[in-house]
């Protein structure tokens, strides 16, 4: 079985694609911690298949989300159903996209 690396994987996409995307890598239940200069600052935050059923508990990760929300920004939590197998990599990864307008994505 051959092992894919999300991350290197990620920063290939996003090169062949020529966006600008910052990757950190880190803990999905801190991401606050990880990203200490974005507080308050993305109009969006997905997380992405899978992420929840991961997590040994939801308030760590909870309040990470909302420390990292604009005022008046959206969450989003998207399922499929079954859910998939994941890889072998210990802990997640979050990429922010740099902030080149009001308009900004978080991706957990």
């Known amino acids: 079985m051959r092992k894919v690396d999300s991350l ?4 290939s996409i996003a090169e062949r694609a020529h966006a600008t995307i910052d990757f950190v890598q880190g803990d ?4 606050d911690l990880a990203l200490p200069d974005c507080l308050n600052m993305f109009d969006a935050v997905v997380t992405s298949v899978g992420t929840i059923t991961w997590l040994p508990e939801l308030s760590d990760w909870a309040r990470s989300i909302a420390s ?3 005022p008046g920004g959206v969450f989003m ?3 499929l159903l079954p859910m998939r197998v994941p890889n072998d990599d210990v802990g997640g990864w979050v990429a922010h996209a740099t902030r080149a307008s009001r308009h900004s994505a978080l991706l957990m």
């Open 77 to 79: 939590d998207w399922q």
């Open 28 to 31: 999905a239940r801190h991401a």
């Open 8 to 11: 290197d994987n990620a920063r």
């Open 68 to 70: 990292l929300l604009a």
